[in-house]
């Protein structure tokens, strides 16, 4: 069974803290990984997809990365609106388009 | 602008009341879906549909039932055989298996 496991659950970081964020993640051949952003009573909002191990992207202060077993979001120099719950989800080579989340890590940047 | 709508945003359900959310895109996806998300939980699928007249059951699907007559539309209908349907609930379409976009998602709340 596909399982997607994130951590820390919680992270508290003061601005220009920099910090990563881990989706570790087994899955019957990796279609896809995704990572989202979720502010409070918000819908998800996409970051980044991730299709091979090695391949990387990046916004602005945030970085992804991917290896055979799990995936990193890399938080340089983070600022306050930069708080939220970052989500994965893996897409199996053989699903329809399922995806299967993570719990989300919950971050908080403070001044 | 293209994006995806839910409504309302607040609903409160009595006990052995069925209740309808609303999703509607204009984004041109074939595919759509529902998931409950839970505090600390990752999001689960209900239920999905890639393509009109056609829909499949997700991970949760008792006590929901959904249709699919227009594109454009994909409504979640909570039924009195949900035991626990208090969840913030959300509704994404892609192209499919390709990346799901989400919509601003229903806080439903069982009086």
């Known amino acids: 069974e596909d399982q997607v496991t994130q951590s820390p659950e919680a992270l508290r970081l003061q601005e220009g803290e920099s910090s990563s964020l881990n989706c570790s993640y087994t899955?019957?051949?990796?279609?896809?990984l995704f990572w989202y952003r979720q502010d409070p009573g918000k819908g998800p909002e996409f970051l980044f997809t991730l299709y091979s191990a090695g391949e990387e992207k990046e916004k602005e202060r945030l970085k992804a990365t991917l290896t055979k077993k799990e995936s990193f979001l890399h938080i340089t120099a983070p600022k306050p609106e930069d708080s939220a719950t970052y989500l994965c989800?893996?897409?199996?080579?053989?699903?329809?388009?399922?995806?299967?989340f993570g719990a989300g890590t919950q971050v908080v940047v403070t001044p | 602008d293209g994006g995806i709508t839910q409504s309302p945003k607040y609903l409160f359900r009595k006990e052995g009341q069925n209740v309808t959310l609303s999703c509607e895109q204009n984004l041109n996806h074939d595919a759509m879906y529902w998931y409950r998300q839970d505090p600390g939980q990752g999001l689960r699928l209900i239920y999905y549909s890639q393509i009109v007249n056609d829909f499949q059951k997700g991970d949760i699907a008792e006590g929901y039932s959904v249709s699919r007559e227009k594109k454009e539309s994909f409504p979640l209908t909570v039924t009195s055989a949900q035991k626990n349907p208090t969840a913030f609930y959300l509704c994404?379409?892609?192209?499919?298996?390709?990346?799901?976009?989400f919509g601003p998602g229903t806080r439903l709340t069982v009086l």
């Open positions: 989800a893996v897409q199996a080579g053989d699903s329809w388009g399922k995806l299967q």
């Open positions: 899955v019957s051949g990796l279609r896809g």
């Open positions: 994404a379409s892609s192209t499919p298996g390709d990346t799901q976009y």
